[in-house]
């Protein structure tokens, strides 16, 4: 019988290595795994990322899932990485034929190595300085700055000295700066035939788009895309196919855009030029017989309403969250840390940890993100699995959505900051432990 080392009303934490704790988690009894796991870096000489989650700790989670039962697992998109964590899931016996989903930001910093420093680096020769610059050196673990969001410092100006350095100034190894995250999709194999057979039976084999559609503003955006009207398309598609209409109207919904594989954060798609799609509707031209390969069809067109902005709208992830908190406690909406961030702020990270205990965790995912993922793939009251918790942000969006989390994580110190972290949030719901 397992022993947490925290536990509340909902959530189970567990001081473990997960492929051991798993074992006495029962067969068919998870609905949802949400997990960030190692990727095989050696991230910071960290231990824990020495290499990719093993087969057998998938097949351990593959058999305490319900049939059908999603899996949204956080990689980094290094092909290396990104293919070995694939393979692993499929020999462990998932389904992988899905489309990933693809989060984007803009707080990642380069790592690529300057061959031009370098080599004068090598050659002993010290570069030539033509001035100051500002740089942000990020956080430094243990430093006077451990903590904060930037630690801007001024430092030389240089430039190269030796000809060889000269010679491949301007060149980096091939580390571009980081701006996306893979989010794998898989599936533990259905019970059922059909996905619709296995969701009348214990409503798995689907997700939640609704749920996650990005909302549309009133503003700016086509006001049909609320649900307040439809696109009349005519008479398409009468061809060797179907044999008859393919339908004349695309509806739309109030709930916003339909979910997409794409979650933007810091409106990072927005390049300073507002996207536009037609103009006022003038009305809708005349229905024009065509033929082609596919049959005979009759096309009729229409010029579209005014749709506006930047091009980040249509798959806001800031967007989704502060339409979401509005479901939320009111005191908690005022007063909960947690806003509107890409990647996991000083502040985001350090909420409810001790003075002089900062979170220190190299990876901490947003809550934002974590959210999401747990509200595509869940309901209310179902169970979610996070195998490696690190700091606990899968936790937290778990406890504020309603849902439970049975929790696993072989690090002492953030096992220690992720239930600092759940306390807090515990405090801010006003739920008391048990």
């Known amino acids: 019988m397992l022993n947490p080392c925290y536990s509340d009303n909902t959530s189970a934490f567990y001081e473990m290595d997960c492929l051991d704790g798993l074992k006495d ?11 960030d796991p190692p990727y095989g870096l050696a991230f910071m000489g960290l231990k824990w990322d020495k290499a990719v989650p093993p087969v057998d700790t998938w097949k351990q989670c593959l058999r305490v899932l319900k049939p059908g039962a ?16 694939i393979v692993n899931l499929q020999d462990a016996g998932f389904e992988t034929g899905f489309t990933s989903m693809y989060h984007t930001f803009a707080q990642g910093f380069p790592k690529a190595e300057n061959i031009s420093k370098s080599i004068d680096r090598k050659l002993g020769v010290q570069r030539t300085v033509v001035g100051k610059k500002m740089v942000d050196i990020g ?39 980081p701006a996306i995250e893979v989010i794998l999709v898989v599936m533990k194999p259905l019970e059922r035939k059909t996905y619709v057979e296995q969701a009348m039976d214990n409503q798995k084999g689907v997700v939640w788009f609704d749920d996650c559609r990005i909302p549309v503003d009133p503003d700016v955006d086509d006001h049909r895309l609320g649900g307040k009207g439809t696109w009349s398309t005519g008479k398409m598609c009468k061809n060797t196919y179907e044999g008859g ?10 709930a916003g855009r339909f979910t997409a594989n794409l979650l933007v954060s810091n409106d990072i798609l927005n390049n300073g030029i507002e996207w ?7 009305g809708i031209e005349p229905s024009v017989p065509t033929k082609n390969v596919y049959g005979e069809y009759e096309r009729r067109s229409f010029v579209s309403y005014g749709d506006t902005g930047s091009f980040s ?27 509107l961030v890409a ?24 809550l934002t993100l974590m959210s999401y993922l747990v509200t595509l793939g869940s309901r209310p009251g179902d169970t979610i699995l996070e195998p490696f918790l ?10 504020i959505l309603n849902r439970k989390c049975i929790a696993f994580e072989i690090s002492h110190e953030y096992i220690q900051i992720a239930i600092s972290r759940q306390n807090l949030i515990q405090t801010k719901l006003s739920i008391p432990a048990v």
């Open 313 to 339: 709208r249509f798959f806001s992830l800031d967007a989704w969250w502060s339409n979401k908190i509005k479901n939320l406690p009111e005191s908690v909406q005022k007063t909960f840390p947690f806003f």
């Open 25 to 35: 988690i029962p067969d068919n009894s998870i609905d949802l795994l949400c997990t």
């Open 70 to 85: 999603f899996g949204f697992i956080m990689c980094i998109p290094r092909q290396d990485c990104l293919s070995r964590m």
């Open 139 to 177: 956080i430094q673990k243990g430093s006077m700055h451990a903590g904060q969001d930037t630690n801007v410092v001024e430092v030389d100006d240089t430039i190269a000295t030796s000809p060889q350095a000269k010679a491949l100034d301007g060149s980096y190894t091939y580390n571009p700066k």
């Open 276 to 282: 536009k799609s037609g103009s006022n509707v003038t």
């Open 343 to 366: 990647k996991a702020s000083a502040g985001e990270r350090n909420n409810g940890i001790e003075p002089g205990c900062e979170n220190h965790h190299p990876s901490v995912k947003p």
């Open 245 to 254: 209409y393919a339908g004349e109207r695309v509806g739309s919904s109030p």
């Open 390 to 399: 690190g700091s606990g942000t899968t936790a937290i969006a778990c406890k």
